[in-house]
C-alpha cells in the first residue's frame, strides 16, 4: 500500500511539473519577450533549436525521394529561367552581389551560387517544392510541376560551376516556358 501512494506521489508531481511548464510557456508567448523581428539575429539554444528541427524536418522526408538524371542541357535551360525569375535574388548568382532583399532575411538565404552543388538533390527537390516556414521560403510545390522542380534543382546543382555569362545565356526565358505568357 505504501508503494501505491509513493507512485501516486511520483504521478502527482509530474502532472503539477507539466501544468507549470505549460503555464511558464503561456506566460512566455503572451509576453512579447521573444524578439521576432528580421533585424535580431537568433543565438544560442534559439538557434539550435531551429536549425536541428528543420534539418530533421527536412531529413526524415526526402530518404525516398528518386532523383532523375540532372544533367540534360534542356532541362538546365529551363531551371535556370526558373531560377533567375524566382531564387536569384535571395539565393544569388554567378557573379552577382548579394541583393538588399538577400541581405535582409533571416535566417540569411543559403548562396546557392557558391554552394549549390554541396546540398543533397533530394533536399533542394524537398525545400524548393515544400518551401520553410517562418523564412521567407515559399512552397514552390503550388505553382510548379516535378518536372520544373526537378530542372531547378539540376541548374541549382551547376551554379557553382557556371561562368555568369553561362548562366545568363541559359537563363534567358524559352517562349514556350515563359510563367508570364498568356
Not at 505549460?22 to 539550435?48: C, E, R
Not at 525516398?64 to 531564387?87: Q, R
Not at 551560387?113 to 516556414?133: L, S
Amino acid at each position: 500500500m505504501q508503494q501505491g501512494v509513493i507512485s501516486m506521489k511520483i504521478i502527482y508531481s509530474i502532472i503539477f511539473t507539466l501544468f507549470g511548464l505549460a503555464i511558464l510557456g503561456l506566460i512566455f508567448i503572451y509576453s512579447g519577450l521573444f524578439n521576432v523581428g528580421a533585424m535580431h539575429q537568433d543565438t544560442g539554444i534559439t538557434k539550435w533549436v531551429l536549425n536541428t528541427t528543420r534539418d530533421n524536418s527536412v531529413d526524415s522526408r526526402i530518404k525516398d525521394i528518386k532523383v532523375p538524371e540532372l544533367e540534360d542541357t534542356t532541362m538546365l535551360k529551363i531551371g535556370f529561367t526558373h531560377y533567375k525569375e524566382m531564387c536569384q535574388s535571395c539565393h544569388g548568382a554567378p557573379g552577382e552581389e548579394e541583393t538588399e532583399l538577400a541581405k535582409g532575411l533571416n535566417p540569411p538565404a543559403p548562396n546557392l551560387a557558391k554552394y549549390g552543388d554541396k546540398i543533397p538533390p533530394r533536399e533542394i527537390f524537398w525545400v524548393t517544392k515544400n518551401g520553410i516556414r517562418m523564412t521567407g521560403m515559399p512552397a514552390w510545390g503550388k505553382t510548379h510541376s516535378d518536372k520544373k522542380i526537378w530542372a531547378m534543382v539540376a541548374a541549382i546543382r551547376e551554379l557553382p560551376q557556371t561562368s555568369p555569362s553561362k548562366y545568363n545565356s541559359y537563363a534567358e526565358i524559352p517562349d514556350d516556358d515563359n510563367p508570364n505568357k498568356k
